[in-house]
């Protein structure tokens, strides 16, 4: 889900989106995965404060964060090595920063549908979200510090001990998206079965629409996760 006119005051020099190395614009974009999913927090919570307008400019952030990505994913594809050595195929390098993005694209689905519909949470349904949140927090930070390794992964060839502690976050990514996976099929139950006095029919529809994205970003993040463990197992 995109909105242009949000991106109208946007301006990022070309030249602080190009790296000298294909896997330092990685690491940048990882970066404003993490950047981008904390402005979702805080506009999750505006939202089930009820404050629907500060929830609108962290929505804006959201979507802010996610075009500056944008840039750096282009940019970094643009100046991968043609005829250079790359530890990894390009192939496998589109690929994870493919899987990386897909976080960000769903953290923006999460922002403009809270911005689409403005009415109270019931508490139930609030403190679930504010417990799914914070794992899918818990999960891109994981897969952030995966990523903020892979410099030194790359200088030892993807072995060593640096090898070693990136298996043991994967693994830790894996456990965060199965305890994601229970919390958002816990809140979906709920959503299935309340009474329609206290949420109609539309409302319902949007949680449940807000809460699939949102357990999205755990999924996308070990996608992505497991393209890494794929390459550490070359």
């Not at 962290?58 to 790359?86: G, Q, W």
């Not at 349904?125 to 030194?152: A, I």
């Amino acid at each position: 889900m995109k909105n242009d006119s949000i991106f109208d005051n946007i301006r990022v020099p070309i030249v602080d989106t190009i790296y000298r190395s294909p896997f330092e614009g990685l690491q940048k974009h990882s970066e404003k995965i993490e950047e981008c999913v904390k402005n979702l927090r805080l506009c999750l919570n505006a939202y089930l404060e009820c404050d629907f307008k500060k929830a609108e400019r962290y929505a804006r952030k959201v979507s802010e964060v996610e075009h500056e990505a944008d840039l750096i994913k282009s940019n970094t594809r643009a100046h991968l090595p043609k005829f250079l050595f790359m530890s990894v195929s390009r192939a496998d390098f589109h690929a994870l920063l493919h899987h990386s993005d897909a976080i960000l694209d769903d953290a923006e689905d999460v922002a403009v549908l809270l911005t689409m519909k403005s009415t109270p949470v019931p508490d139930e349904v609030s403190e679930g979200l504010h417990e799914l949140m914070d794992k899918v927090l818990e999960c891109v930070g994981t897969y952030q510090e995966v990523m903020s390794r892979m410099g030194t992964l790359v200088e030892v060839s993807f072995g060593g001990k640096e090898r070693d502690r990136a298996k043991e976050l994967i693994k830790a990514i894996h456990l965060q998206e199965h305890e994601a996976d229970v919390i958002e099929h816990r809140i979906s139950k709920h959503l299935f079965n309340i009474d329609l006095e206290i949420m109609d029919p539309l409302q319902v529809i949007h949680m449940l629409k807000v809460l699939n994205r949102l357990g999205g970003m755990a999924d996308k993040a070990e996608n992505a996760g497991e393209k890494v463990r794929e390459l550490l197992a070359r």
